[in-house]
Protein backbone atom coordinates (compact mmCIF):
# COMPACT_ATOMS: atom_id res chain seq x y z
CA UNK A 1 0.00 0.00 0.00
CA UNK A 2 1.84 3.28 -1.10
CA UNK A 3 0.97 6.32 0.50
CA UNK A 4 -0.20 8.90 -2.60
CA UNK A 5 0.55 12.54 -1.83
CA UNK A 6 -2.16 13.65 0.03
CA UNK A 7 -1.39 11.05 2.58
CA UNK A 8 2.42 12.25 2.62
CA UNK A 9 1.50 15.64 3.07
CA UNK A 10 -0.74 14.64 6.04
CA UNK A 11 2.06 12.66 7.28
CA UNK A 12 4.43 15.99 7.54
CA UNK A 13 1.30 18.54 8.79
CA UNK A 14 1.05 16.12 11.80
CA UNK A 15 4.73 15.55 12.67
CA UNK A 16 4.91 19.26 12.21
CA UNK A 17 1.95 20.04 14.63
CA UNK A 18 3.50 17.15 16.96
CA UNK A 19 6.38 18.74 17.07
CA UNK A 20 4.74 22.18 18.01
CA UNK A 21 3.07 20.67 20.43
CA UNK A 22 6.42 19.06 22.00
CA UNK A 23 8.44 22.35 21.93
CA UNK A 24 5.27 24.19 23.82
CA UNK A 25 5.58 21.50 26.56
CA UNK A 26 9.15 22.34 26.92
CA UNK A 27 8.83 25.55 27.01
CA UNK A 28 6.40 25.74 29.49
CA UNK A 29 8.44 23.34 31.76
CA UNK A 30 11.30 25.73 31.20
CA UNK A 31 9.15 28.84 32.09
CA UNK A 32 8.16 27.09 35.70
CA UNK A 33 12.06 26.08 36.25
CA UNK A 34 12.36 30.07 35.52
CA UNK A 35 10.14 31.17 37.63
CA UNK A 36 11.02 29.08 41.05
CA UNK A 37 14.36 30.41 40.00
CA UNK A 38 13.20 34.02 40.73
CA UNK A 39 11.26 33.03 43.35
CA UNK A 40 14.69 31.85 45.32
CA UNK A 41 16.36 34.90 44.17
CA UNK A 42 13.77 37.22 45.32
CA UNK A 43 13.80 35.10 48.75
CA UNK A 44 17.51 35.56 48.95
CA UNK A 45 17.28 39.50 48.08
CA UNK A 46 14.98 39.95 50.92
CA UNK A 47 17.24 38.47 53.45
CA UNK A 48 19.82 40.03 52.47
CA UNK A 49 18.36 43.01 52.93
CA UNK A 50 17.15 42.53 56.30
CA UNK A 51 20.55 41.62 56.65
CA UNK A 52 21.85 45.14 55.54
CA UNK A 53 18.95 47.14 57.56
CA UNK A 54 20.31 44.96 60.63
CA UNK A 55 24.07 45.79 60.23
CA UNK A 56 22.94 49.39 59.77
CA UNK A 57 20.58 49.52 62.60
CA UNK A 58 24.16 48.43 64.67
CA UNK A 59 26.31 50.88 63.32
CA UNK A 60 24.16 53.83 63.77
CA UNK A 61 23.57 52.59 67.65
CA UNK A 62 27.30 52.35 67.82
CA UNK A 63 27.84 56.33 67.02
CA UNK A 64 25.14 57.81 69.32
CA UNK A 65 26.62 55.25 72.38
CA UNK A 66 29.25 58.26 74.02
CA UNK A 67 32.58 57.85 73.94
CA UNK A 68 34.17 56.67 77.68
CA UNK A 69 36.47 59.11 79.19
CA UNK A 70 40.02 57.77 79.22
CA UNK A 71 43.14 58.89 80.39
CA UNK A 72 44.05 62.61 79.39
CA UNK A 73 46.98 62.83 77.39
CA UNK A 74 50.67 64.07 78.09
CA UNK A 75 51.84 66.98 76.49
CA UNK A 76 55.47 66.35 75.35
CA UNK A 77 58.07 68.58 76.14
Known amino acids: MAFDVVGVTLAIVIGILAAIV ?33 IERALKSKKTKPKKA ?7 K
Not at 27 to 41: P, T, Y
Not at 70 to 76: C, D, M, Q, V
Request: aromatic share 2%.
Open 70 to 76: GKPKRKK
Open 22 to 54: YSLRILVLMERRISRIEGHIESMASKILKEELK
